[in-house]
């Protein structure tokens, strides 16, 4: 039998089985004669749930599996008909979570995957997920609480995106599975309040197709080609309410990572100050890895002594450009004068010297904030040969991939950690991102 490869722009009819860990639905033909006809039979889809029946276009295919998005009713071939149980989409039937979205471009915009449910439910399936790594990976966490949003937080929630920009000058994010701009939609962008910052849009040279948009605290927002030799010289500022009682200000080069939902930013800080408390070391020191410009360690350090030894790939012209300060009075930091130039994914850029200076240090508390490829498992396995041969403190691991995660987790756990306690945030409302602090103790 002459067995069809599906092609992108195909219509086909399929049910949803599963929600997947990145926000899609996981997807078979819904009739089962037609596996004998086409292929792949493996589908990933946006903006269905399980149970669904419905009609999806195909945007991506690979070997073994396709990508896709729920169809609209409007853009469907004459030749699909039947009944439909929703208004705008082809689905022939609608899961009992699923909720009106509340923004007009869902599906037309790739900014968020879970605006077809209630915030709840998505809270719901990110612990199922969190949860399912966890288990992957054989770990045991004894406690873990997951946090959310008030309502009032889970909108206008980012202080930073990249944006794309189109040959007309439009301004937005790109359409799922594409590379085509959609604007903003009218009521403005649910996740960042672009919406009073329009008139102010830069009109960039037509070359450009990309910039970073950075609000700050004040509500002025700093635009800068994304990458380009300018953003080195641009900064900005954010205030930071934390402890509860101080309003720290940092001015950092636009370049630098900095967490993207400042209303979260307290609750996690506060999580990671408790894990403080629960090593019940004094002025303990402290080896940072991704440390960025010290952002984590230079808000502890407001509430408790300590001595940092920070190791990450900034260089030290880009972490001296960083200033703390409070109520127009910098704050004083040594972190500058500890801070060395790393590569934490390369194990062969790490010298003996490095080596040496951990091993000197002797560190009582390693804490790790890694990027979403989380800390590399030949990595450990060096520090641990020689430079944190001596280690058996706490370690605080701060993540935003369950994956990395998990695996890493593991990899602690062979060394004879185990897991005390681990707080999960929901730091990015509609997406399938959160982030998660897990606080590990040297078992015996």
Request: with cysteine; hydrophobic share 40%.
């Given at each position: 039998m002459n067995i069809r490869k599906l092609k992108p722009g195909a219509f086909v009819e399929l049910e949803c089985r599963h929600f997947v860990a990145e926000g899609l639905g996981l997807s078979y033909f819904a009739d089962?004669?037609?596996?004998?006809?086409?292929?792949?039979?493996?589908?990933?889809?946006?903006?269905?749930?399980?149970?669904?029946?419905?009609?999806?276009?195909?945007?991506?295919?690979?070997?073994?599996?396709?990508?896709?998005?729920?169809?609209?009713?409007?853009?469907?071939?004459?030749?699909?008909?039947?009944?439909?149980?929703?208004?705008?989409?082809?689905?022939?039937?609608?899961?009992?979570?699923?909720?009106?979205?509340?923004?007009?471009?869902?599906?037309?915009?790739?900014?968020?995957?879970?605006?077809?449910?209630?915030?709840?439910?998505?809270?719901?399936?990110?612990?199922?997920?969190?949860?399912?790594?966890?288990?992957?990976?054989?770990?045991?966490?004894?406690?873990?609480?997951?946090?959310?949003?008030?309502?009032?937080?889970?909108?206008?929630?980012?202080?930073?995106?990249?944006?794309?920009?189109?040959?007309?000058g439009t301004y937005g994010f790109y359409e799922p599975m594409s590379y085509r701009t959609r604007a903003f939609p009218e009521h403005?962008?649910?996740?960042?309040?672009?919406?009073?910052?329009?008139?102010?849009?830069?009109?960039?040279?037509?070359?450009?197709?990309?910039?970073?948009?950075?609000?700050?605290?004040?509500?002025?927002?700093?635009?800068?080609?994304?990458?380009?030799?300018?953003?080195?010289?641009?900064?900005?500022?954010?205030?930071?309410?934390?402890?509860?009682?101080?309003?720290?200000?940092?001015?950092?080069?636009?370049?630098?990572?900095?967490?993207?939902?400042?209303?979260?930013?307290?609750?996690?800080?506060?999580?990671?100050?408790?894990?403080?408390?629960?090593?019940?070391?004094?002025?303990?020191?402290?080896?940072?890895?991704?440390?960025?410009?010290?952002?984590?360690?230079?808000?502890?350090?407001?509430?408790?002594?300590?001595?940092?030894?920070?190791?990450?790939?900034?260089?030290k012209d880009q972490v001296e450009k960083v200033r703390f300060s409070e109520k127009g009075t910098d704050i004083e930091s040594a972190f500058i004068n500890h801070y060395r130039t790393v590569d934490l994914f390369l194990p062969q850029r790490v010298s003996e010297a490095i080596q040496e200076e951990i091993l000197i240090f002797n560190p009582q508390i390693l804490l790790i904030n890694p990027p979403r490829a989380g800390l590399h498992p030949e990595m450990w396995e060096k520090l641990r040969a020689k430079a944190l041969q001596n280690f058996s403190g706490p370690i605080i691991y701060s993540s935003c991939d369950a994956a990395t995660m998990a695996r890493d987790l593991a990899i602690f756990a062979s060394a004879g950690y185990s897991i005390r306690e681990m707080q999960a945030f929901d730091f990015f409302p509609w997406t399938h991102h959160y982030e998660t602090v897990t606080y590990l103790e040297k078992q015996g």
């Open positions: 089962d004669s037609e596996k004998e006809k086409f292929k792949p039979h493996v589908f990933f889809i946006w903006g269905v749930l399980p149970g669904e029946r419905f009609i999806a276009r195909i945007a991506k295919v690979k070997s073994k599996v396709a990508h896709g998005i729920l169809a609209w009713r409007d853009e469907l071939p004459v030749d699909i008909s039947g009944d439909f149980a929703h208004e705008t989409w082809a689905l022939r039937n609608l899961a009992a979570d699923r909720a009106k979205p509340e923004c007009d471009n869902y599906l037309r915009c790739g900014g968020c995957r879970m605006q077809h449910m209630s915030y709840q439910q998505t809270l719901v399936y990110k612990q199922e997920w969190l949860r399912a790594q966890l288990a992957r990976n054989k770990v045991e966490v004894p406690a873990m609480d997951f946090r959310s949003l008030p309502k009032e937080a889970r909108v206008h929630y980012r202080n930073h995106v990249q944006v794309h920009i189109n040959k007309f403005g962008c649910l996740i960042f309040d672009e919406k009073p910052l329009r008139q102010s849009f830069p009109a960039f040279p037509v070359e450009v197709r990309a910039a970073r948009i950075r609000q700050n605290t004040d509500g002025n927002a700093v635009f800068t080609v994304l990458n380009s030799k300018e953003e080195q010289r641009v900064s900005a500022r954010y205030s930071i309410q934390w402890p509860e009682t101080r309003k720290i200000d940092i001015d950092f080069p636009v370049t630098n990572f900095f967490q993207a939902n400042l209303r979260a930013i307290p609750f996690w800080l506060s999580t990671i100050s408790a894990f403080f408390e629960k090593a019940a070391i004094n002025s303990p020191r402290v080896l940072e890895l991704f440390s960025g410009f010290g952002f984590i360690s230079r808000m502890q350090s407001l509430v408790r002594p300590m001595q940092v030894l920070a190791l990450d790939i900034l260089t």
